[in-house]
Structures are given as structure tokens and as C-alpha cells.
């Protein structure tokens, strides 16, 4: 179990952590405290946003009553008889009458006049000679009311008569037998409306703003809005609560607005009482804490009194049980220095325990000297506390010289206060263990070379080279057949003069003629030849089981063997040059003996039987490599088949290296690219990416799918012949590696496809004409839904771009931005135009033109995915768009991004039913809900598209 306890008295005694703690504790109290603030300021926020929301919505409905009871007024005087027959005749005197009447019983209205059906003024009230019989039929009032003769409230606009300032006006149309035959005018200062709103408006510290149709300001509580006709900017700050609400008959917007410093200064007093109560509770912790410690630190010195004997009698077990131990067992007092040791300290070191002195220094000076700094050093911050539990390798020196590899494991016991006060351990001799593994690495390292490609004399070499330095020997060669002879293959170490005298090992007659056996077998003499022949016996202690031969002193050798005559003939050449330990390492392929391995060293008892089993394993995979030779034949005719159908094909064939420079071609590859001869084209071209791809992005492209996959098969792009003209080609390649993964080159195809793209390119001028006919179709009904259609395939077609998709996504995204709504040809043009809301019917009619369009494109000539483009471009990544409530990976990227183009030219341009809303706020809109509704890479590449590169509507 977990002492808990101890735990928390240990971090609790430690000046340190116990500061850490409290520093640890003030910010989580203050953490805590600004948590509820926040969440109190959030809370307010919203609150202070519904309340804005409300308030919007509330005063939207007003003006809407407001603005129609005027409208209800001036209408019941049309249908008056006796106005109808005044304006129909223009009589002056009897019009006036009644627009004195209605001056008399609406006050707030500033100006009462009538006009033809023509839009010509002939009478007002009051009476103003310069504003009578004037033609208005430009005014924007004249064309929404004569546009269907329906009442119509203008936008706001500038007084030029009498009294300056800004007004809005009321028309009424004046029919007579169901002909319009004239306008009642009613003009409204904008100063009146102060009255409507003042008692709407929550606090001083809130800004209320009616906006007309056109964008400009009605009334404003925070500015001068009667004086002249101003532009509202509908750009909202971050630090501004906004809330808004259309005034929908009339296509106004109210915008009620408060800043977020009058909310935060209304909770001023509650982040004082916060910071107060905080304070307080961190104070009494504190205060807790200091006192437990008091406490914790007595108690801990009392049991620390009460524990000195106990701690005595266990030293004393603790010394015998070391002492008994049979494993090299040592205890560092870090106080004292002294060292205690097991008894097992002459298995390992073959000192006694009376050769050693009970200090740290015996140890340091018997470590090898260029272990020794790393080993105190480590040791060092295992007394610092650093380290508690550890295992180090060093090199120690026995008694009798030598070095040993030992693997040192201890642990760090500290007195309570985190001191360390005492290091015990144990050691074990793992020298063959190291040996072992450094062994393996070096088959390792040879099995590599052996598996390399190149020149096989060179891989020997190397070899020889690495198992020279590892083994630490001074003379290493190879012997391998040559005829019926083993000359020397490659040799390290070896004089001249020598490698020139044991060249030949064959037995030569008086004539120096080759002897052979009675089997015509040539013979051989010395050790190497007995190796060669297979006539070791292992009865002698020099021969091993596989053939071996090796001995560590040649000169007692050759004492101990003088007169026995069954080794045959002995040059004893190695001894006479003064080569003690030689070894003779047969080496085999299929169980037939190819050539000999042989080391020879001047120091006596240089070799192990150890090593010599190990170096007879690496014989038998240096005998198989060698193996290769006999296959260099086969190898050469399978080479010459190879340069026949390299040189003959009609296709392109290259190699190409890493950089980009071609190594091989053959002469279709010349021939394609308009060179005389492959070898021309190897001179010539340097640098494919930048003299050959006529798009250097087109390399890029290349080596990033060949180096994901491997390889890459119909690779289009241009390329430049020799004489200037582009072409089409399609490569086809991989790459080539050696044994160990290393990439050598890139090899492959290619083939001219000319002929080929530009029956493509036909086909698709003509697939850009029957777009462009589909287009037409619907401008004819429709011009606006024409002029959206373009300026979405422009935005679609630049957000394609911005995200790096091929030409041919990018033309497919441009021609369905094109037709994006052709199913709205179906759809009536009074719908398509209303400039009012869209009842449920009607939109459920609009909802249906993705589908329209589908059905109207499947069966044409298109590419493939335009038409499901077309049906998906109101699909929304949450599920909530139509026709299918498709969801996330569902849709199509293509129409994911038509979807983001849509919204952006949607709100930022003019509709019927309401003015521009502006870019910004179409860049928020897509920006908000990124990940939610729209394509997470198309919204960002739009926002780049417009704020960082300059991106507009034309």
C-alpha cells in the first residue's frame, strides 16, 4: 500500500515544496475566483444580448404598426368619392380641402401632396408655388409605388424647401374604376419619430438605430440622424453587444446596440466582493497549512530520537547478511567513504579481501582510466539526490591486469530529508556478454556488405577491413580458386614479399610442373593446402570439427610436430616471419570449400576458440557471396536481351537520378523529345524540373507521389522538345533501391500523348459551349440568378486554386459554379423576384431547384461530377441542408466548396427582399461556422482569398 502519510509530511518538512505549495494554492484560489467572474461577466453578456434581442424585435413591431396605421389613414381618403373625383379632374380648390383635412387630423405629418399618374405634382399642403407641377417620375417613391400601385414607404432622404433636414414619405395610390389615376403623398420628418422611440429605448447607455431599404439611417439615438441622410456602416466591433430585427414590411432594420464597458462597469462592485472573499480564504488556508507543518516537523524530530537504536541493531544484520552474500555485493558510506564488501569479491576481481583498501579510491584507481571520469561524475549525482536507482557499464582491472566488463546496479538510500547517506549495489562480470553482442553487430556489419551491390572485390576488401579492426589482428587475407590454384583475392596487413611467396600453394615437381593426385587432382601443401583439401583431422588440437586450422605459438608448434611426417609438406613460412597466432578459416558455399580466410598475428595467444567458432561462421556467409562470381555469365546475357529492348521499343525509356538528372535514355526517349541520340539528350538536359516540365510545379507533384507510393503510373503533364514546342507525355516509373533501402535511381516509361490531349482540349471547348448555352437558358428568365451564377463560378473557381486542386477539379468546380442554380428555371419568376418573405410554399418551390437541376444535367455530355454538384451545393456538413440532409464526407468536396462561394456572393450582393449585407459580414458568416455548415479548407481559402490577396466581385 501507499504510504500517504509519509507522502505528505515528506513535501510538507521541505521549505521548498512547502512554498511551492502555497504559491501552489494562491493560484488556484485565484484561479477559481476569476473562473466565477468570468462566468458571471459571460452571463451577463447573454443576458444583456437577449435583452438587446428583445428590444430590436419590440421596436421593429412598433414602427411596422406605426408605419401602417399611417398608411391606413391616407388610404381611407382614397376611397373617398369625392378626393377620387378632385384628382381626377385636378381641381385645386377641392383637393385641398381634403389635404387640409388630413394635415388637420395628423399633425405629425410635415407635407400633404398629390400628383398624376404620371408622378407630376399639382397640389400640396402646405401650399409651396415652387414645388407645384414639377415631373418626379425619377423619384425612387414614384417607381415602388407605380411598380405594382401598391401604398409604398420611400428611404430616407435630404429636405431642399423650407425647413432643412431629413424626412421619409407615404404613397398611397388613387384609383378610380380600378385605374390609378393619381398619388397621395405624405411626407414624415424623421425628428418625429424621437417621440415613437424614446420610450422604447432600455437606457442611455443603449443605441437604438432604424436603417431604411437602401442602407441609410431613419433615426439614431447616438447621432445627429435629422440633420442630413447618412450611410449606416454595418460593421459591428467585438466590443459591442449587437441585436437586430427587420421591420419586414417595409424592409427596415432596427439595431439596437451597448457596449460591453457599460455592462462590465454595472459588475465592478461584484469583482471587488470576489476579490475580497478570495483573499480571506486564501489567508485562513495558509495559515492551516503553516501550522500543520509546525506540527509534522515536531513529530517527525521525537520519532527520529526514538528510531537511532533501532537504526543501530539493523546495521549490524545488515553488515553480516554482505558479508555472507555469494554474489560481489558493496556498501558506499557517502559520509565516511568506507566501502564494505561481500564475500564473493574473488569471482569477480581476484582480489582478496585483504588487498583491498575500504576507501572509495581502491575503486577509482582500478577503473579503466577512460570510464573513470564518467563513472564518478555519475556517481556523483547519485549523492546529489538525482538519481536513486541505476545500472552503469565500465571497465575494471582484475589482479592479475587484465580488464573486465562489469555491470554495476545500485540503489540511493536517503535519511528522510532527502540526503543520501548510503549507495549499495552489486556487480557482475558481463565481459562475454559484450563480447557477444559486439560479435553480433560485426555479422551484422558484414552481412550488409555482403548484400550491397557494386564491385565484389571492393565489398571483400571491405570486409577484410572491418573484421581487421575488430578483431584487432594484424594480417587478414582471402584466398579464392583461380584455375587449380588459391592465389591471395584481397589481403590487409600482409607484406609484399610475403603475399608474393605464398601466392601459390600448389606442389611443384623437379620441372616445376603442377603434381597430381591419381584422381588428376592438383595438390597443395602447408596447413592452407590440408584447409583446402579437407584433410584436417581433428584428433590434433590445432584442427576443429569444421575444418578449421588455428594455433597461438607456431614456434612451439613446429617443436612439438618435428619428425611426424603425416601433415605432408610445411613451408613454415609464418613462423619465419614472425607470425605466432595464425588462423585458417575454410570457406564454403553449398558444402564445397571456395577459398580460405586467414589471420595471422606476431602476439602469442591472440586467439580463442570462442573467436575462431565465430570467424567459421562468418566464412560460410563470406563463401556464399563469393558464389556470385559463377553467376556473372548468365548475368552478362541477361544484360544483352535487356539493351535489345531497350534500344528498340517505340517507347520512352529512361533511369534518372534523385537530383533530376537523366543517367540512361534510350533512342524513343531521344526521338520523343526531339534529340538526335539518347546520348545528346543526357548532355543536354542537366535539370529535368526546370529545362524539361514546362509547369516546374509538375516535378513537385511527381516526386511527391513517387516517394509516398513508390511508384507512379500516367503521370500527364508538358514538356518542352528540343526545339521549343510543348507536348503531352504520360510517365510511368518507380524506384529502385538497393538491399538496404537506399534509393539508387528512378526508372520508367513515357509515352507521347499529344494527339491525345488535344482531342481532350476539343471536347472540352465543346463541354464549355454547352455550359454556356445551359447558362443562357436561365438568363433569359432570370438575369439576376445569371449575373450570381457567374460571380460564384469566378469565387469557386479562385477558392479551387487557392487550395492547390488539379486543373481538371478546378475547371470541373468552374463550369458547375456556371449552372450551380439551372433548376430555377422552373421555379416562377414572381418567386424568383418577390421582395418580401417567401411563404412555406414558396420556399419549399425554391428548395426543389438542386434537384431540378440534376434531373436536367444527368443526361447530358458533362463531366462527371458536375451534375451531383449541382445537387449538392445546398448541402450542409451538419445535415441541416436540402434536398437530402447529406452530412460531412457525404457531399462532394466540389460542392463543399460551391456551397462556401454561394453564401459569400449571396449575402454580399443585392436581393429583392433586403439590401447588401456586405463582405464582412459574409466572411463572419462562413468564418463562425467553419467545420459546422462549411468546408473547413474552402472557408479558410477564401478568407485568405478576400483579406490577403485582394480578391473582389467584378
Known sequence: MIDLSGRLTNWIKKPRSFFLVQLLLFVVICAMAFNIEYNHVMNEMRDEGALNNATAKHIAHMMEEYNKSIIMILHSYTTRPLLIDAVQRKDLKAATVHLVDIKRNNPAID?????????????????????????????????????????YVSGVFQLTAGKRGTAIAFMVPVFSKKKAVGILYASLRTGTLANQMLPLIPDQTTRTTIVDQMGNIIYDSG??????????????????????????????????????EAVLASLSSGFIHTAVTASIFYLLTAFALVFMRKRIVLQQAFALLASEEKLRE?????????????????????????????????????????????????????????????VFNFLAN??????????????????????????????????????????????????YQKQSERNQKLAIEILRLLNRTGDLANIIKDILKIVKDHIGVEAIAIRIKEGDDFPYYAYNGFSESFIAKERSLRVLDEYGNPVRDSQGNPCFECMCGRVLLGSTDDSYPFFTENGSYWTNST???????????????????????????????????????????????????????????????????????????????????SEQKYRSIFENTTEGIFQTSSEGRFINVNPAMARIHGFSSPEEMVAHITDIGEQLLVNPEDRKRYRATIEKHGAINGFEAQVYRKDGNIIWTSTSSHIVKDAVGNVLHFEGTVEDITERKQAEERLRKNLAGTIQVISLMLETKDPYTAGHQKRVSSLARSVAQEMNLPNDTVANIRMAGTIHDIGKISVPAEILSKPTKLTDVEYSLIKVHPQTGYDILKDVDLPFPIAKIVLQHHERLDGSGYPYGLKGEEIIPEARIIAVADVVESMASHRPY?????????????????????????????????????????
Not at 589482479?399 to 543520501?420: C, F, H, M, P, W
Open 111 to 151: 407635407l400633404i401632396a398629390i400628383t398624376d399618374h404620371n408622378g407630376v405634382l399639382w397640389v400640396d399642403y402646405p401650399y409651396r408655388p415652387e414645388a407645384v407641377n414639377p415631373d418626379l417620375p425619377y423619384r425612387d417613391w414614384y417607381r415602388g409605388v407605380s411598380n405594382r400601385w401598391q401604398p
Open 223 to 260: 447621432l445627429p440622424y435629422d440633420e442630413k441622410v447618412m450611410k449606416y456602416p454595418f460593421s459591428f466591433s467585438s466590443d459591442v453587444i449587437t441585436a437586430s430585427a427587420p421591420v419586414k414590411t417595409f424592409m427596415w432594420t432596427v439595431v439596437v446596440e451597448k457596449k460591453k
Open 314 to 374: 539493523s546495521e549490524e544484520r545488515h553488515r553480516l547478511v554482505i558479508e555472507q552474500t555469494g554474489q560481489l555485493v558493496y556498501d558506499y558510506d557517502v559520509l565516511s567513504q568506507a566501502v564494505r564488501l561481500s564475500g564473493a569479491i574473488m569471482e569477480v576481481t581476484g582480489f582478496k579481501p585483504d588487498d583491498i583498501e575500504s576507501s572509495k579510491d581502491f575503486w577509482k584507481a582500478h577503473i579503466h582510466p577512460d570510464d573513470r571520469e564518467y
Open 382 to 431: 547519485v549523492v546529489r539526490g538525482k538519481v536513486s536507482h541505476y545500472r552503469i557499464n565500465y571497465r575494471f582491472q582484475r589482479k592479475e591486469g587484465t580488464y573486465i566488463q562489469v555491470e554495476d546496479n545500485g540503489v540511493a538510500l536517503n535519511d528522510g530529508s532527502g540526503r543520501i547517506y548510503r549507495i549499495i549495489a552489486t556487480m557482475k562480470n558481463v565481459t
Open 555 to 637: 614456434s612451439k608448434l613446429l617443436e612439438t610436430m618435428k619428425g611426424d611426417n603425416r601433415l605432408g609438406k610445411m613451408r613454415h613460412l609464418c613462423t619465419k616471419e614472425g607470425y605466432e597466432s595464425v588462423a585458417i578459416i575454410p570457406l564454403k558455399s553449398n558444402g564445397n570449400i571456395i577459398g580460405l580466410l586467414q589471420m595471422n598475428d606476431s602476439r602469442a595467444n591472440f586467439f580463442t576458440s570462442g573467436y575462431i567458432s565465430f570467424l567459421e561462421g562468418i566464412g560460410s556467409s563470406i563463401g556464399v557471396a563469393l558464389r556470385r562470381l559463377q553467376s556473372e555469365g548468365a548475368l552478362k546475357e
Open 914 to 954: 433586403r439590401p447588401t449585407l456586405g463582405i464582412e459580414v459574409a466572411l463572419d458568416e462562413i468564418r463562425k461556422n467553419k467545420g459546422v455548415l462549411y468546408d473547413g479548407a474552402a472557408v479558410d481559402a477564401c478568407i485568405r482569398l478576400f483579406e490577403e490577396k485582394g480578391f473582389s466581385f467584378e
